[in-house]
């Protein structure tokens, strides 16, 4: 299978520190990942799309120095919440997409809990 | 910008057929998802049709695509209490394979 994983599941932080979620394509080369936020009982919405080795395209709205992605590598993404305030506090998921797969080849993580305090 | 509507909540009888309905606005979506979230976790991929499909049928779901009215739908057959979860319809962008969510169908199955 394509096994996406994320760390931490759960985090909690204090308002002003910055916090690193890892997304990791366990048993595939992932060309491109996905950042999405998700709000309670909401949709996700897309923040970034993240291409390796390639500086990270952001959505509309989402503030590129707040939300640090980094795609060092063909099976890792990570995603730095820079200066965390209580309004960051979602549900943070990633996906990844197989190298040559099609469009339906997109994999989630199990998600990252954030809570800013 | 696109935009992917769907029904937030769906309550059925153990063994009675679900019905998922989703309503897109893109006319180039090239490819629709249908997303299963349980709570607290991420999504699993349920199926996905081609957007010159009208059914794709996979075991106990069935997908219907209707183009002209920009309208898909996910049938589930005989549902169980494990079917109860959050269900998201996706449509996708041919060029970048993003994905644009729907707001998601709460599916609450009743013994």
């Known amino acids: 299978g394509a096994v996406v994983s994320q760390h931490p599941s759960r985090v909690i932080c204090k308002s002003g520190t910055s916090v690193k979620i890892e997304c990791r394509s366990l048993d595939f080369q992932a060309t491109t990942m996905f950042w999405y936020r998700q709000f309670p009982k909401k949709s996700l919405m897309l923040m970034a799309t993240?291409?390796?080795?390639?500086?990270?395209?952001?959505e509309q709205g989402v503030e590129k120095d707040k939300f640090l992605i980094n795609h060092a590598s063909l099976t890792l993404s990570t995603l730095t919440v820079t200066s965390a305030h209580p309004e960051d506090s979602s549900f943070y998921i990633c996906?990844?997409?197989?190298?040559?797969?099609?469009?339906?080849?997109?994999?989630f993580g199990p998600g990252t809990r954030l809570t800013v305090t | 910008g696109e935009d992917v509507e769907q029904s937030l909540f769906l309550s059925v009888r153990e063994g009675d057929s679900s019905v998922i309905n989703c309503t897109y606005t893109d006319s180039s979506s090239t490819y629709l998802y249908w997303y299963k979230q349980e709570p607290g976790a991420g999504l699993q991929l349920l199926t996905y049709i081609f957007s010159n499909m009208d059914m794709k049928q996979d075991q106990r779901l069935t997908v219907l695509l209707n183009k002209k009215d920009k309208h898909l739908s996910l049938r589930i057959a005989d549902t169980q209490t494990g079917d109860s979860a959050i269900y998201f319809c996706?449509?996708?962008?041919?060029?970048?394979?993003?994905?644009?969510f729907g707001s998601g169908t709460r599916l609450l199955v009743r013994p």
């Open positions: 993240s291409n390796e080795g390639s500086k990270a395209t952001y």
């Open positions: 996706a449509d996708s962008m041919d060029s970048s394979y993003k994905l644009i």
């Open positions: 996906s990844a997409s197989r190298l040559a797969g099609g469009p339906h080849e997109q994999y």
